[in-house]
């Protein structure tokens, strides 16, 4: 059997060349929603999978299978070379500051080093020290007055004599006044109590003591409103 082979001119050559051929193409999701029935071999092209499918005149698109798949993704290629750094963004605002945490209380110090001693402070006013004045008495008889706390009363008289001490109504000795009496003449001294007053001793007579000898000294002490002790040479 012979083959004619058919010759174009130029002209139906340029027309030939300048022919383009265009098949239905949609997305995938339009394809699927509007669901066509494609004509005996026609394509229906999916532009956003790069699938298609060849129609039979008879089966609707969501029943006809793909006539091409994409493969298999390919190896993934090497990782470019990293792009310059940006310019750093502006800083943001500083964020609440958090509640302060309560720590345990840590151990106690080293103790430090003693300070220097301060300076001595002025020497207080001297205390009533002892004998102040000395009240001399010649007589036989003799009551205590005021004046003669923390005095030396000298009673000198060769006969015997009497010392008295006076309620506190009548003088009003401060508690702890003490009254110095010195036997210097021949005669003994009794020390004795006006009604009202207490007096004790070690003296033979407890309420009523006496100079031991010449020169024997007693000392009084108001130990309260109207109590009174003897201490000292006593018989």
């Known amino acids: 059997m012979r083959v004619a082979h058919q010759f174009l001119s130029n002209n139906q050559e340029k027309a030939k060349m300048t022919s383009r051929l265009q098949n239905r193409r949609d997305t995938a999701a339009n394809w699927t929603s509007n669901n066509p029935t494609l004509a005996a071999g026609e394509i229906g092209l999916e532009t956003d999978t790069a699938k298609y499918k060849m129609g039979d005149g008879a089966t609707a ?23 310059a750094t940006g310019p750093t963004g502006v800083v943001g605002a500083t964020g609440v500051t958090g509640a302060t945490g309560v720590g345990a209380t840590g151990p106690t110090g080293v103790t430090g080093a003693t300070g220097p001693t301060g300076v001595t402070g002025a ?27 923390d005095d030396l009363v000298t009673a000198s008289n060769a006969s015997a004599q009497t010392y008295t001490i006076p ?22 001294v009794t020390i004795a109590a006006t009604g009202g007053v207490t007096l004790a001793s070690t003296g033979a ?31």
């Open 167 to 188: 309620l506190n109504s009548s003088v009003a000795y401060a508690t702890g006044s003490l009254i110095n009496l010195i036997q210097i003449g021949a005669g003994q």
């Open 205 to 235: 007579t407890s309420a009523s003591p006496k100079t031991r000898a010449q020169y024997s000294v007693i000392t009084l002490m108001k130990a309260g409103t109207d109590t009174w002790y003897a201490t000292g040479d006593i018989a």
């Open 123 to 149: 020497t207080g006013a001297t205390g009533a020290g002892g004998v102040e004045a000395v009240n001399a008495q010649t007589g036989t008889t003799y009551t205590f007055v005021l004046s003669d706390k």
């Open 61 to 83: 698109w969501n029943s006809l299978a793909y006539s091409y798949t994409a493969g298999a993704a390919g190896a993934t290629g090497p990782t470019g070379p990293s792009g």
